[in-house]
């Protein structure tokens, strides 16, 4: 199984400020890593697919890197709604796995 | 509108049965793969479950292989868990998602609980 460790696990973080959100697997994935945005009470929302390419709606203001077994997603200036638990998720091989989560608060 | 929309969620007694629903509408339910994903109470996400469009290939986590069975109708455009063998660990809110490159649409999830 492909373990995916996200760190850090807290972010405390100001609006306006850049985030920087990390993922590594423990065996390469190529480039089928995505990325979820998730607020309390609700669905994950994609925000990112194969690495690099914003999912449909998703704000410029984020994106994604990386390829192997080093990923980074990268919110370039938080907005309010922003703050939330962000997951990273492979599907290089079966089972599925996600990371255990960044949670991006507000400092 | 395009959605997913799980029931079937509730309260049951350990090593007992549960099937779970996912209604799609909106979209061509039978061109897409679908999945089964779980979230523990103040957990992170599990995904647990896939089956391809035309349940061909099917998949599942350890935690859940043997016990839990995925299928599909793509004339009534559902999707379904059958759950047996429920445990204390099992406790979670479980969404359908749709997607194989990434999962791009979410249900709004349900709860099942498993306790005596």
């Known amino acids: 199984e492909i373990v995916l460790t996200q760190s850090p696990a807290t972010l405390s973080l100001s609006p306006g400020e850049r985030a920087t959100l990390s993922c590594r697997a423990s065996?390469?994935?190529?480039?089928?890593l995505a990325w979820y945005q998730q607020k309390p009470g609700q669905a994950p929302r994609l925000l990112i697919y194969?690495?690099?390419n914003r999912a449909t709606g998703i704000p410029a203001r984020f994106s994604g890197s990386g390829s192997g077994t080093d990923f980074t997603l990268t919110i370039t200036s938080l907005q309010p709604e922003d703050f939330a638990v962000y997951y990273c998720?492979?599907?290089?091989?079966?089972?599925?796995?996600f990371g255990g989560g960044t949670k991006v608060e507000i400092k | 509108e395009v959605q997913l929309v799980e029931s079937g969620g509730g309260l049951v007694q350990p090593g007992g049965s549960l099937r779970l629903s996912c209604a799609a509408s909106?979209?061509?339910?039978?061109?897409?793969?679908m999945n089964w994903v779980r979230q523990a109470p103040g957990k992170g996400l599990e995904w647990i479950s896939y089956?391809?469009?035309?349940?061909?290939?099917?998949y599942y986590a350890d935690s859940v292989k043997g016990r839990f069975i995925i299928s599909r109708d793509n004339a009534k455009n559902s999707l379904y868990v059958q759950m047996n063998s429920l445990r204390d660990e099992d406790t979670a809110v479980y969404y359908c998602a749709r997607g194989h490159t990434a999962m791009g649409l979410w249900g709004q999830g349900t709860l099942v609980t498993v306790s005596s």
């Open positions: 998720q492979q599907r290089s091989d079966w089972p599925l796995t």
């Open positions: 909106g979209f061509t339910f039978s061109n897409y793969s």
């Open positions: 194969d690495a690099s």
């Open positions: 089956i391809t469009t035309g349940s061909r290939a099917i």
């Open positions: 065996q390469s994935v190529s480039s089928y």
